[in-house]
């Protein structure tokens, strides 16, 4: 139903998530991230308020272990969750509840962590994580990277419909945010394809919030 990628950039330090699912709008339920802080993939059964729960215990000063722990005993029907948890310095921790639907599998990387349940061939997790170790480029590229091997691999069991890639670096908010809720079919091939409309205008988004004076011109009307 569901496979994600949590990763870190050693050298930026930025935390970034990317997901897919078959069911809609799999960007407003299931990633949540934190800067300085955290990242948090809630999946499966999907029980939004594990994302904010376990980053708040993470800023707390508790390991993902047990901040992961916590928040699911604060919550119950802990069986029906999903968990993939990863904090500022890389430090992991997972949980597949005894009713993770369909074949599931989760694991921990370098700098990365992967879950998903519902799939096709339980390698997709082994080889979403090969692919972000070892893909170049920034944060959301390798997460991307990570993301299309898995559909390589087989992905899930049946189609997926939406996907999303979110990143958090130095700032309150995510530098990256981007979704698409709902695709007939390759939702991470039109994701892909989002990033790399918005790359090339991150950077002036966050001088326009930053300093609007040095703000660059779009050219659309009014903007003159």
């Known amino acids: 139903m569901t496979f994600s990628i949590v990763g870190r950039c050693a050298e930026t330090g930025q935390l970034g998530i990317a997901i897919s699912s078959s069911s809609i709008a799999v960007g407003a339920r299931c990633p949540w991230l934190r800067a300085g802080v955290g990242a948090v993939s809630t999946q499966n059964v999907t029980l939004p308020a594990l994302g904010p729960q376990t980053l708040d215990l993470l800023a707390a000063g508790q390991t993902p272990a047990e901040a992961l722990d916590n928040a699911l005993a604060r919550n119950g029907w802990s069986q029906y969750r999903q968990v993939a948890v990863l904090d500022s310095q890389g430090n992991t921790a997972l949980f597949s509840g005894s009713e993770a639907l369909g074949l ?33 480029g920034c944060l959301a590229d390798r997460l991307l ?7 390589a691999q087989g992905g899930e069991a049946g189609p997926v419909h939406s996907a999303a890639l979110q990143v958090v670096g130095d700032l309150v908010w995510p530098i990256i945010d981007l979704r698409i809720d709902w695709a007939e079919t390759d939702p991470i091939g039109e994701l892909d394809a989002l990033w790399r409309a918005y790359q ?7 001088v326009r919030a930053l300093d609007p004076t040095q703000a ?7 903007d003159e």
Do not use: K, W
């Open 145 to 151: 990277a990570a993301m299309h091997a898995a559909m």
């Open 200 to 206: 090339p205008q991150m950077d002036d988004y966050i």
């Open 216 to 222: 660059p011109r779009y050219g659309v009307p009014g």
């Open 104 to 136: 599931h599998h989760a694991r921990a990387g370098e700098q990365c962590v992967a879950a998903g349940n519902l799939l096709a061939d339980s390698r997709v997790i082994d080889t979403m994580l090969d692919a972000f170790e070892q893909a170049p």
